[in-house]
């Protein structure tokens, strides 16, 4: 079974913090390594990662991919009240395109 | 941006009865449609995949009896809960897939089920 887990589960940090948010998986017919920014409702796009090694950035947030390590993390940096939210890693698998949803980090960034 | 439509936001029934959420692909075709149930704070469960013209494929463990979807035409699949009960209340989110990758996957905006 397909498996996806992200850490920490809860995060508390000051505005102006970077923090690091984590994602390991173990899954068969690995195709790539999605991050989501969920607010109130439905998920929003981040990251696409499908290479090793390679960081992707969009403005204070960026990822990387270690496919050695079955990981990722995503960066955020000089962080803001607007980035409070679940941060959601998922992982697409096999021919089927089927998408497995870590169980997601809660950040709340405080003033 | 591709928009991605679910009706309705809130729906509130008794049990026993049944609810139909909609999901619609409001600018491009969607070959495939994803249907997610999400409990509070916790991460998005996929329940099934459904493609168009075809049977949805369930996830293990989704009553596919329970949970009827139909993807009718390439810009709508439904999602029927029958003989709603109140462990079925949840957050039920569809997404559809334009067919070029995980990155141009777009989600609806979610529907808020409560059986009373």
């Known amino acids: 079974e397909d498996k996806v887990v992200q850490s920490p589960l809860s995060l508390v940090v000051h505005e102006g913090d970077t923090v690091t948010l984590n994602c390991s998986y173990e899954?068969?017919?690995?195709?790539?390594l999605l991050w989501y920014k969920q607010e109130k409702k439905a998920p929003t796009f981040l990251f696409m990662l499908?290479?090793?090694?390679i960081e992707k950035k969009s403005g204070r947030l960026s990822s990387i991919l270690d496919k050695k390590e079955l990981s990722s993390i995503l960066n955020i940096t000089a962080t803001q009240t607007g980035d409070s939210a679940i941060y959601l890693c998922?992982?697409?698998?096999?021919?089927?395109?089927?998408?497995?949803f870590g169980t997601g980090t809660r950040l709340q960034v405080t003033l | 941006g591709a928009v991605v439509s679910q009706h309705p936001s809130r729906v509130i029934c008794k049990s026993g009865t049944s609810v139909k959420i909609e999901c619609r692909s409001l600018?491009?075709?969607?070959?495939?449609m994803f249907w997610y149930r999400q409990f509070p704070k916790q991460s998005l469960m996929l329940m099934a995949t459904?493609?168009?013209?075809?049977?949805?494929?369930?996830e293990q463990g989704v009553e596919k009896d329970k949970f009827l979807i139909n993807h009718a035409s390439l810009t709508l699949s439904t999602l029927t809960v029958t003989s709603a009960h109140p462990e079925d209340s949840s957050f039920y989110i569809c997404?559809?897939?334009?067919?070029?990758?995980?990155?141009?996957?777009?989600f609806g905006e979610g529907s808020r089920l409560t059986v009373l």
């Open positions: 899954v068969t017919n690995f195709r790539s």
């Open positions: 459904s493609n168009e013209g075809s049977k949805a494929t369930y």
């Open positions: 600018d491009f075709q969607a070959t495939t």
């Open positions: 997404s559809a897939s334009s067919g070029q990758g995980f990155g141009e996957l777009f």
């Open positions: 998922a992982v697409e698998t096999g021919t089927a395109s089927k998408l497995t």
């Open positions: 499908t290479s090793s090694g």
